[in-house]
């Protein structure tokens, strides 16, 4: 049962421009930079992994799920990056506070936030990805209304 999955994986790690997978979006480096910049008109969540984590491989069905449950939103890019890829992308997951396999990070404007939970309790990434989509919701541009006079 997790050959299927380990072999998505690998399929998945071998991409290296930007892709989309069923509901996840494999980065090259300059996509990445991108959604870094805090430009992107929507959320992104980004899974950072190794292709030789065993960590990595374990969670990978259960990121697929989660991305296959939020495939419906238009406001959030479910994401993979693979840090070790060449040495720009060593260099990015090291910018971006990466130090072990697999870390995740919520990213929508400026804010940067990595998930502080134990890969391990995937319900707890679900509910986390969901807390920051409310945290962090785009501010509808309303206009002031002039103050009445009088």
């Known amino acids: ?18 892709e ?3 509901h ?14 805090g430009t992107a008109p929507f959320a992104v969540v980004i899974f950072y992994y190794a292709q030789w984590s065993s960590h990595c491989q374990a969670l990978s069905p259960y990121y697929l799920r989660i991305a296959e449950g939020e495939g419906g939103s238009q406001n959030l890019i479910m994401a993979y990056f693979d840090c070790e890829a ?7 997951c090291a910018q971006q506070g990466v ?14 936030e990595t998930f502080p939970g134990k890969w391990e309790y995937t319900e707890s990434i679900r ?5 920051m989509l409310y945290l962090h ?3 509808k541009n309303s206009k002031q209304q002039p ?3 009088g």
């Not at 060449?86 to 990015?92: C, M, P, R, S």
């Not at 130090?99 to 940067?112: D, E, H, K, L, N």
């Not at 509910?127 to 807390?131: P, T």
């Open 137 to 139: 919701k785009p501010k």
């Open 86 to 92: 060449d040495g720009e992308h060593l260099a990015l």
């Open 1 to 18: 049962m997790m050959l299927p999955y380990l072999a998505l994986f690998v399929l998945l790690t071998l991409t290296l421009a930007t």
């Open 147 to 149: 103050l009445p006079i």
């Open 99 to 112: 130090q072990s396999y697999p870390t995740i990070q919520f990213v929508r404007g400026s804010a940067v």
């Open 20 to 22: 989309r997978s069923g």
């Open 127 to 131: 509910d986390w990805i969901h807390l």
């Open 24 to 37: 996840i979006d494999v980065l090259d480096s300059d996509t990445l930079q991108y959604y870094l910049q």
